[in-house]
């Protein structure tokens, strides 16, 4: 692919051609604000922040979407820009209750860091509530359409990227809004409780269900032997909350913040991923020898057993019988565990901790207490344990390390 060369705001960059003008802002060091437009996603140019002025153009145009061409002069900062800029987020911030204190994205919002990038402490537009009430009828998801700011992400994320549709436009012109096929709840659609749209909305219009009440309830009885599991995922992400670089390996610190939060016992769910492993692989070979339904299919990740339920119910019988990694070792909690360390099954209240949300489905599925008690009591997803850490004033980069 051939170079092009674009001048912006007086630096001369080269790009390769068919490059965006925001991919030009980023590689001359150029922050443009934009709440619409996500890297993984086609640009729909909705909310208008991210304009430029081109000359000879008498017109903005949308950095997210328009293409460079060779010798293009851009203005990112010119008064009709800022102004531009200034009126977009000033008329998304008539419809959005500003109400951050109270808000679970407060000081992790993009619509916040848009606004003090662009020096907005106040509106000139009245405020006008957007229609529908809070949608919290999925175990897994909440819904709040007021928070809405109608980038379309949740929309494209969960058609494009995840194939399922749960979600999209309604209504026309200034009055659409986004919603769920016929108004239902989410509980009551092909919602297959991924979360996937959680990490694409850039508000708090969409938020996992939360479980660190229950938890801290669990923590604070002195009946309760409280123990938890962590996904391998957790040891990688976590940091991240704690503005350590991505990737960050921080599981033997993590294990210690795990005990200062006041769990009893704190293990790795490796040890059932390889149980899983091992049951799946048994089933696999009986499947063989006596003419079971094959390929077997995983059984290991509750939004895929949520999928196939949903839109290949006629491939169930190809799926495992075998419970996840997460409901193995809440079945061995409440019955192995329970009976080597001679605690009443009733009296363990088992944590885990999870990159995905719809493990906060699964848990709650009532097939999922072959014990008699429910193998999970509770799911955090890692931003919530994030959360509970900086509550007490846990500073995960500086603890030491603990063991499993």
């Known amino acids: 692919m051939d170079n092009i060369k674009v001048t912006i705001d007086g630096m001369q960059v080269t790009v390769p051609e068919g490059a965006t003008v925001l991919e030009a802002a980023e590689k001359a060091k150029i922050k443009i604000p934009r709440l619409c437009y996500h890297p993984d996603l086609p640009p729909v140019s909705a909310c208008r922040l991210c304009v430029v002025e081109i000359e000879g153009d008498r017109l903005l145009r949308t950095s997210c979407s328009w293409k460079c061409q060779d010798g293009m002069n851009i203005n ?95 209504g026309r012109g200034y009055d659409v809004w986004v919603d769920t096929p016929f108004g239902k709840g989410l509980d009551d659609v092909a919602c297959v409780s991924c979360g996937q749209c959680i990490n694409r909305c850039p508000v708090g219009a969409l938020y996992e269900k939360d479980h660190i009440t229950r938890v801290w309830d669990a923590l604070d009885n002195p ?67 006596n003419g079971g339904t094959l390929p077997l299919l995983t059984s290991c990740s509750p939004g895929w057993i949520n999928f196939i339920e949903h839109f290949y119910p006629q491939l169930l019988p190809h799926v495992s019988s075998c419970k996840s990694p997460q409901q193995m070792f809440g079945a061995l909690a409440k019955t192995y565990y329970a009976e080597k360390n001679g605690i009443d099954p009733k009296d363990i209240y088992s944590v885990s901790i999870m990159p995905c949300t719809a493990k906060k489905y699964e848990c709650q599925r009532p097939e999922m207490n072959d014990s008699g008690f429910q193998d999970v009591d509770a799911v955090l997803t890692t931003r919530e344990l994030a959360k509970m850490m900086k509550q007490v004033g846990i500073d995960l980069p500086e603890l030491d390390a603990g063991e499993y």
């Open 76 to 170: 990112t900062k010119s008064q009709m820009v800022r102004k531009s800029r200034k009126m977009a987020l000033e008329l998304i911030l008539s419809r959005h209750p500003m109400l951050c204190t109270e808000c679970t994205r407060n000081n992790n919002c993009e619509l916040q860091s848009a606004a003090d990038q662009l020096g907005i402490t106040e509106t000139r537009f009245e405020f006008n509530a957007r229609p529908g009430e809070v949608d919290d009828s999925s175990a897994v998801l909440v819904r709040d359409p007021a928070k809405c700011i109608l980038c379309r992400r949740c929309i494209q994320t969960c058609e494009l990227v995840q194939s399922i549709s749960a979600i999209g436009l309604e």
């Open 223 to 289: 009946k309760k032997h409280v123990i938890v599991q962590t996904a391998p995922a957790v040891r990688a992400a976590i940091g991240e909350s704690f503005d350590m670089p991505a990737g960050s390996l921080v599981t033997d610190k993590m294990v210690t913040g795990l005990r200062m939060l006041g769990f009893d016992k704190v293990f790795d769910t490796d040890f059932t991923a390889d149980l899983t492993i091992m049951e799946e692989g048994t089933e696999l070979l009986n499947r063989v020898k």
